[in-house]
């Protein structure tokens, strides 16, 4: 019996199945998502959706959807679904009596006595998806007809009928070759046998996108379709639909799915559907290993990078080639100690204060899993030195260490840490000054970067910072302690010290160098679990703050402003589960797996194996944002890493 299970009985509920989003990524920067019924409820929804150089790498949508009709009798039934104003038309979900997901993304039709099944897989390395459908039984002569809708634009955009795009195809094996406009791919659509076309070239207006329309977008577009395939298929009998780049030998294709399907990562218990999820954040191109923030709007973060890695790599599949190939790729974009946030290139911003910071706790990960210092101060030791020096004498005008040691961060209208929603040109939640968790970290990469120092043998380096750490531990405890409170400013400046409850404060307790003492500890994890721990994660902001923001949900300002100030994020159940463990040791573990336990329901809701990006502040803590996020992720395989780990009695 498979491990993930959806009721069959709700499928044609669409609010129960238009709730229930999946994905697949191509590990070359591609990917598909749509709801568990085929139907597209957001603008990055679409079975073949890649990255276009011509235009900046960015991914575009390419085919948006395909839809299936019976034809017996003479009689037609479309299995597709398309949202249009007022209506949902073709209503084809009304047909399916299964959905499964292992081993691959599945859908099961009955209509009368025919009874199809059509399984999806995206190609790995490839900008190609196959889509099988089989015949399982029927009573009488049955032709497919197969309707491909094309968008061709930017996943962030929305396609217009228009007068540019170039409606005709050119013909290649058991199909047709599609290019709607200049500088994109080729859209090359074949079927494993021979078939007919029937070109009947047309734009089908305002579609809609519903989760768009809940997000305060656009959610309406045109999307074209030149024609449709169509075949007789037998009881029994098996045809491939491939979408690809290029053109395909369509012999091939019933072998290449079945070796697709049989390679597929099993997704038969909690962990290894994490561990499936963490695979598809890995993206390489070319020299470069990178990992992909969240799916399906974000794309490469500096400082996702450094947090999800440990998590998507080591403790996922103790895939140290990878982790290293990451942080080689990472550490080759350094520049004057800070790490790119977004983009890359020319495109790059280099706007993260702790980015640089989250690298050294990346790999002190990276160096417990190799067990080989010297490698690693040799991999890394110039560029851990480096950050430091750009730090300690100042990156810029607004990010430097000043005359207490400690780390000050501010520049004007920018929010320069995780917290970095910003409305209307203004920070939602401005920190600038000393953060905490920036500082905590400060202190992390100082005293970890000694530790490989000494026994790598630089003297003199050792020589110049070796009275670093109790000059910042001093600064820290007394700039960030609140002895009133019992627990640590989230961020002091001029205004003096913020002891707005927030979770930042859980970094210092969990790192293996902290500045603070148990006692502190206690008193901030006591807090946290008071005020801010929920079976989803950590909230950014205690509910008795009168800027306590329970729900996420408006347009993107409204959101914006619940962002960080309320909104729970599973990643910072990591360092909350650390910290604990760090304190408590061995007795922590069944309360751990117990936190985690509040995420395993979540396989089969929102982002169907995987964790989402969010969750309301409020109950029922209903997910939001992306709905596969890398840190978190990353973070809960982290956590169940530890959980092992201290259940062997090691430390």
Same mark, same amino acid.
Request: glycine fraction near 8%.
């Given at each position: 019996?498979?491990?993930?299970?959806?009721?069959?009985?709700?499928?044609?509920?669409?609010? &129960?199945?238009?709730?229930?989003?999946?994905?697949?990524?191509?590990? #070359?920067?591609?990917?598909?998502?749509?709801?568990?019924?085929?139907?597209?409820?957001?603008?990055?929804?679409?079975?073949?959706?890649?990255?276009?150089?011509?235009?900046?790498?960015?991914?575009? $949508?390419?085919?948006?959807?395909?839809?299936?009709?019976?034809?017996?009798?003479?009689?037609?039934?479309?299995?597709?679904?398309?949202?249009?104003?007022?209506?949902?038309?073709?209503?084809?979900?009304?047909?399916?009596?299964?959905?499964?997901?292992? %081993?691959?993304?599945?859908?099961?039709?009955?209509?009368?006595?025919?009874?199809?099944?059509?399984?999806?897989?995206? $190609?790995?390395?490839?900008?190609?998806?196959?889509?099988?459908?089989?015949?399982?039984?029927?009573?009488?002569?049955?032709?497919?007809?197969?309707?491909?809708?094309?968008?061709?634009?930017?996943?962030?955009?929305?396609?217009?009928?228009?007068?540019?795009?170039?409606?005709?195809?050119?013909?290649?094996?058991?199909?047709?070759?599609?290019?709607? &406009?200049?500088?994109?791919?080729?859209?090359?659509?074949?079927?494993?046998?021979?078939?007919?076309?029937?070109?009947?070239?047309?734009?089908?207006?305002?579609?809609?996108?519903?989760?768009?329309?809940?997000?305060?977008?656009?959610?309406?577009?045109?999307?074209?379709?030149?024609?449709?395939?169509?075949?007789?298929?037998?009881?029994?009998?098996?045809?491939?639909?491939?979408? =690809?780049?290029?053109?395909?030998?369509?012999?091939?294709?019933?072998?290449?799915?079945?070796?697709?399907?049989?390679?597929?990562?099993?997704?038969?218990?909690?962990?290894?559907?994490?561990?499936?999820?963490?695979?598809?954040?890995?993206?390489?191109?070319?020299?470069?290993?990178?990992?992909?923030?969240?799916?399906?709007?974000?794309?490469?973060?500096?400082?996702?990078?450094?947090?999800?890695?440990?998590?998507?790599?080591?403790?996922?599949?103790?895939?140290?080639?990878?982790?290293?190939?990451?942080?080689?790729?990472?550490?080759?974009?350094?520049?004057?100690?800070?790490?790119?946030?977004?983009?890359?290139?020319?495109?790059?911003?280099?706007?993260?204060?702790?980015? %640089?910071?989250?690298?050294?706790?990346?790999?002190?990960?990276?160096?417990?899993?190799?067990?080989?210092?010297?490698? /690693?101060?040799?991999?890394?030791?110039?560029?851990?030195?480096?950050?430091?020096? #750009?730090?300690?004498?100042?990156?810029?005008?607004?990010?430097?260490?000043?005359?207490?040691?400690?780390?000050?961060? *501010?520049?004007?209208?920018?929010?320069?840490?995780?917290? *970095?929603?910003?409305?209307?040109?203004?920070?939602?939640?401005?920190?600038?000054?000393?953060?905490?968790?920036?500082?905590?970290?400060?202190?992390?990469?100082?005293?970890?970067?000694?530790?490989? #120092?000494?026994?790598?043998?630089?003297?003199?380096?050792?020589?110049?910072?070796?009275?670093?750490?109790?000059?910042?531990?001093? =600064?820290?405890?007394?700039?960030?302690?609140?002895?009133?409170?019992?627990?640590?400013?989230?961020?002091?400046?001029?205004?003096?010290?913020?002891?707005?409850?927030?979770?930042?404060?859980?970094?210092?307790?969990?790192?293996?160098?902290?500045?603070?003492?148990?006692?502190?500890?206690?008193?901030?994890?006591?807090?946290?679990? =008071?005020?801010?721990?929920? %079976?989803?994660?950590?909230?950014?902001?205690?509910?008795?703050?009168?800027?306590?923001?329970?729900?996420?949900?408006?347009?993107?300002?409204?959101?914006?402003?619940?962002?960080?100030?309320?909104?729970?994020?599973?990643?910072?159940?990591? %360092?909350?589960?650390?910290?604990?463990?760090?304190?408590?040791?061995?007795?922590? $573990?069944?309360?751990?797996?117990?936190?985690?336990?509040?995420?395993?329901?979540?396989?089969?809701?929102?982002?169907?194996?995987?964790?989402?990006?969010?969750? *309301?502040?409020?109950?029922?803590?209903?997910?939001?944002?992306?709905? =596969?996020?890398?840190?978190? /992720?990353?973070?809960?395989?982290?956590?169940?890493?530890?959980?092992?780990?201290?259940? #062997?009695?090691?430390?």
């Amino acid at each position: 019996m498979a491990y993930l299970k959806f009721n069959k009985d709700e499928l044609v509920n669409l609010e &129960y199945s238009l709730k229930r989003e999946v994905l697949a990524t191509n590990r #070359a920067g591609g990917y598909m998502s749509s709801t568990i019924i085929c139907c597209n409820t957001r603008k990055y929804h679409g079975l073949l959706i890649v990255p276009v150089d011509e235009f900046g790498g960015e991914n575009h $949508v390419l085919l948006s959807a395909l839809d299936e009709t019976v034809i017996q009798h003479g009689q037609a039934f479309n299995l597709g679904i398309h949202k249009y104003p007022g209506n949902y038309e073709p209503r084809g979900h009304k047909y399916i009596v299964d959905f499964e997901y292992e %081993p691959v993304y599945t859908l099961t039709y009955r209509v009368g006595g025919v009874i199809l099944k059509k399984e999806i897989v995206l $190609v790995h390395n490839e900008d190609q998806v196959l889509i099988r459908y089989t015949l399982v039984d029927a009573h009488s002569e049955t032709t497919l007809r197969l309707k491909p809708f094309l968008a061709y634009r930017n996943i962030h955009a929305l396609s217009k009928a228009n007068m540019m795009a170039n409606t005709k195809y050119q013909e290649v094996e058991n199909g047709i070759r599609s290019k709607l &406009y200049n500088g994109f791919p080729a859209l090359n659509m074949q079927v494993s046998k021979k078939n007919e076309f029937i070109a009947t070239p047309d734009w089908y207006y305002n579609v809609e996108y519903t989760e768009e329309r809940n997000r305060g977008y656009d959610f309406r577009e045109d999307l074209f379709v030149p024609g449709y395939f169509e075949f007789p298929i037998k009881k029994g009998e098996s045809i491939i639909f491939s979408a =690809s780049v290029e053109p395909v030998t369509t012999a091939r294709l019933k072998t290449k799915f079945q070796r697709l399907v049989e390679a597929r990562a099993p997704r038969n218990s909690f962990e290894n559907c994490l561990k499936y999820s963490a695979s598809q954040f890995i993206v390489r191109k070319g020299k470069d290993t990178e990992v992909v923030a969240g799916y399906p709007w974000f794309g490469r973060w500096g400082r996702d990078t450094f947090i999800a890695l440990p998590g998507v790599t080591l403790a996922a599949n103790k895939d140290t080639k990878t982790c290293k190939e990451v942080l080689d790729t990472m550490v080759r974009e350094l520049q004057n100690g800070l790490f790119p946030n977004i983009g890359k290139d020319q495109n790059a911003s280099y706007n993260s204060v702790d980015a %640089p910071m989250w690298f050294f706790k990346a790999v002190q990960e990276y160096a417990c899993a190799v067990h080989d210092d010297a490698a /690693v101060w040799k991999s890394y030791g110039a560029k851990m030195k480096a950050v430091l020096k #750009a730090y300690r004498e100042g990156v810029n005008q607004y990010v430097k260490m000043v005359d207490n040691y400690l780390i000050w961060a *501010d520049e004007p209208g920018k929010a320069l840490t995780w917290m *970095d929603a910003i409305v209307g040109g203004v920070p939602v939640t401005p920190r600038g000054g000393y953060q905490v968790e920036i500082n905590a970290l400060w202190y992390n990469a100082i005293c970890y970067t000694l530790e490989l #120092a000494r026994k790598a043998g630089d003297t003199r380096f050792v020589k110049e910072w070796e009275k670093m750490p109790e000059l910042v531990k001093e =600064s820290f405890v007394k700039i960030f302690w609140n002895h009133e409170k019992g627990y640590l400013a989230d961020f002091v400046n001029g205004g003096g010290q913020n002891v707005y409850v927030r979770p930042n404060q859980v970094i210092a307790c969990s790192l293996e160098y902290s500045p603070i003492s148990d006692d502190m500890k206690r008193g901030v994890l006591d807090v946290v679990k =008071s005020e801010l721990l929920t %079976p989803k994660g950590l909230r950014t902001l205690a509910p008795k703050n009168i800027h306590y923001e329970g729900t996420y949900e408006g347009d993107q300002a409204t959101r914006d402003h619940a962002y960080h100030q309320g909104t729970v994020w599973p990643w910072l159940i990591g %360092p909350y589960i650390e910290a604990n463990f760090r304190l408590y040791g061995k007795k922590f $573990v069944k309360t751990a797996k117990e936190l985690l336990g509040g995420f395993e329901e979540d396989m089969t809701v929102y982002g169907v194996c995987s964790i989402g990006e969010i969750y *309301d502040g409020n109950p029922p803590y209903a997910p939001n944002g992306c709905i =596969s996020q890398a840190w978190s /992720v990353g973070e809960i395989l982290r956590c169940m890493a530890l959980i092992k780990k201290y259940e #062997a009695g090691r430390k």
